[in-house]
């Protein structure tokens, strides 16, 4: 395994993403994280280490408990064991974003060997974290699922596979990413994420936020107001003026007209 390419994609100069080493768990028991991840598209990076850097696979609609409900996954260079903990703006470049640590906990394999596992495209384990627990598998495909790009980049070996949970008392129907959307780190959301950053890395975003358009770009623009209105009502109390006075009044002594008061305006949303 190597940072290569991890390193290659990345300059640190500008990012506060980790800088890869390579290291491990303290506790003797293999660390796995879902990493919440906005960038171009919102996808949620799923990674177990192992032999010291983290394995990694994008899953663009993220875990799913229901057996039934095979999730692609797009296998990922491999990210430093330090990344696993990460949450924050990447401000440019690659995975330009923003990034949660969606959950987090520890992985079993349910091998004798990993890396045979991987090589014949079949890894079952068991994860330990706060929202995904229980049974999984990964499963290599021929690149043929829908949706997927077919990559053959990593030894001809298909970069695709299936993220599938087993059946057994973790398992079930309800739907983990929208049941449980924060982070478990800062148990916020993106807009919390990006407004408790600190502002150099704030204004550097600015400008280079990912051009994105449709529902990602709509999402984004959201999370960026709501971000500038938590940073803004956070500003609020250090003022000692009163609410009231911050707004401009342009017609001073202009009495207001009474408004009718027959119904409530609804509100659109
Ligand atoms: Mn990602």
Same mark, same amino acid.
């Given at each position: 395994m190597s940072l290569d390419e991890y390193k290659r994609k990345r300059d640190f100069n500008k990012t506060p993403e980790p800088s890869g080493k390579l290291a491990t768990s303290k506790s003797g028991s293999l660390f796995f994280c879902v990493q919440k991840h906005l960038a171009s598209h919102?996808?949620?990076? *799923?990674?177990?280490?192992?032999?010291?850097?983290?394995?990694?696979?994008?899953? @663009? =609609?993220?875990?799913?408990?229901?057996?039934? +409900?095979?999730?692609?996954?797009?296998? /990922?260079?491999?990210?430093? *064991?330090?990344?696993?903990? *990460?949450?924050?703006? %990447? @401000?440019?470049?690659?995975?330009?974003? %923003? !990034?949660?640590? $969606?959950?987090?906990?520890? $992985? +079993?394999?349910? !091998?004798?060997?990993?890396?045979?596992?991987?090589?014949?495209?079949?890894? =079952?384990?068991?994860?330990?974290?706060? =929202?995904? =627990?229980?049974?999984? !598998?990964?499963?290599? /495909?021929?690149?043929?699922? @829908?949706?997927?790009?077919?990559? /053959?980049?990593?030894?001809?070996?298909?970069?695709?596979?299936?993220? %599938?949970?087993?059946?057994?008392?973790?398992?079930?129907?309800?739907?983990? +990413?929208?049941f449980a959307p924060k982070s478990v780190k800062s148990e916020g959301d993106f807009e919390d994420i990006l407004a408790a950053d600190t502002p150099a890395v704030w204004i550097t975003n600015k400008p280079a936020r990912p051009a994105v358009g449709g529902d990602t770009g709509a999402m984004l623009a959201r999370i960026i107001e709501k971000a500038t209105a938590i940073k803004s009502g956070r500003a609020a109390p250090k003022e000692t003026a009163p609410r009231h006075e911050e707004k401009p009044r342009r017609h001073e002594g202009t009495k207001k007209k009474p408004r009718p008061t027959k119904k409530p305006q609804r509100k659109k949303s």
């Open positions: 919102l996808h949620y990076d *799923f990674r177990l280490e192992h032999n010291g850097v983290l394995l990694s696979w994008a899953v @663009p =609609k993220g875990p799913s408990l229901d057996p039934k +409900t095979k999730r692609l996954a797009m296998q /990922t260079e491999d990210h430093p *064991f330090d990344y696993g903990e *990460f949450e924050g703006v %990447i @401000p440019e470049g690659y995975g330009a974003g %923003i !990034v949660m640590l $969606w959950d987090r906990g520890t $992985w +079993t394999p349910q !091998v004798d060997d990993v890396d045979a596992a991987l090589r014949k495209g079949d890894l =079952k384990f068991t994860l330990d974290g706060y =929202k995904l =627990k229980g049974s999984w !598998v990964l499963v290599r /495909t021929s690149g043929r699922f @829908p949706g997927a790009r077919g990559g /053959t980049s990593s030894g001809g070996a298909s970069r695709s596979w299936l993220l %599938i949970k087993h059946r057994d008392d973790w398992a079930g129907e309800l739907d983990i +990413t929208e």
